[in-house]
């Protein structure tokens, strides 16, 4: 079984630029959730995407963006980059959307790690 | 008030000691709650998942949950110091995981 992979595993960038994240989901999984985790904080939701269609966002500004394909890759694009970006960047992939009484657990890859000069 | 809740760290037990970890969340429309470990400079991995009252069990590890009080709990029985890590209680309603901010444990040889 493979697991969820992420690229890059690190990227710099400056304020100002765009970037473009990529995360393959665990064999089997249709469902990719993206999140944003600064030093020392948990992770906080970005968005999900269910059969290439958004299906849920947390508190973040338009200019954090995302697609999924129809093999349940996804990407995460950030436009105008500001310092407060950088942080750790973590996908998550599971099996289905429930909505209702059981949710499926959400594995997570390993990451990419931006940093915004 | 955060929608989930960790006690503060860091936590230091000795080895062979019981760990025991809490979380409180607000969102009554949280249905299911996971525990997750995340090692310095690595990603979150799952170690729990609980989803009904009562208590579950996997190898020294034991989750309690208790909807009424809106309370989760984590205990490690017989720590070890590779037990040694961040971690994070996630309630999930609908779409999203909502994190607390994680609790530091360290187990002293």
């Known amino acids: 079984e493979t697991g969820v992979t992420q690229s890059p595993t690190h990227l710099i960038k400056t304020r100002g630029q765009q970037v473009t994240l990529r995360c393959s989901s665990q064999s089997g999984h249709n469902t990719v959730s993206w999140y944003q985790q600064a030093l020392g904080q948990g992770p906080q939701f970005i968005f999900q995407?269910?059969?290439?269609?958004?299906?849920g966002r947390g508190n973040f500004p338009p200019r954090f963006s995302g697609l999924q394909f129809p093999n349940y890759s996804s990407e995460l694009n950030v436009n105008a980059l500001e310092l407060d970006d950088s942080a750790l960047y973590l996908c998550?992939?599971?099996?289905?959307?429930?909505?209702?009484?059981?949710?499926?657990?959400?594995?997570f890859g390993d990451g990419t790690r931006l940093s915004i000069l | 008030q955060k929608e989930v809740e960790q006690n503060s760290g860091p936590l230091s037990v000795p080895e062979g000691a019981i760990a025991s970890l809490n979380c409180t969340y607000s969102?009554?429309?949280?249905?299911?709650f996971f525990w997750y470990r995340q090692y310095s400079g690595k990603s979150p991995e799952l170690i729990m998942s609980i989803y009904s009252n009562g208590d579950k069990e996997d190898g020294r590890f034991t989750a309690q949950l208790n909807k009424a009080s809106q309370y989760v709990s984590l205990l490690i029985r017989d720590s070890q110091p590779s037990d040694s890590a961040t971690y994070l209680c996630?309630?999930?309603?609908?779409?999203?995981?909502?994190f607390g901010e994680g609790t530091q444990l360290t187990v002293n040889p």
């Open positions: 995407y269910y059969r290439e269609e958004e299906n």
């Open positions: 998550a992939s599971s099996l289905g959307v429930t909505g209702g009484v059981k949710n499926q657990p959400q594995h």
């Open positions: 996630a309630g999930n309603s609908g779409s999203r995981l909502t």
């Open positions: 969102d009554r429309g949280s249905q299911s």
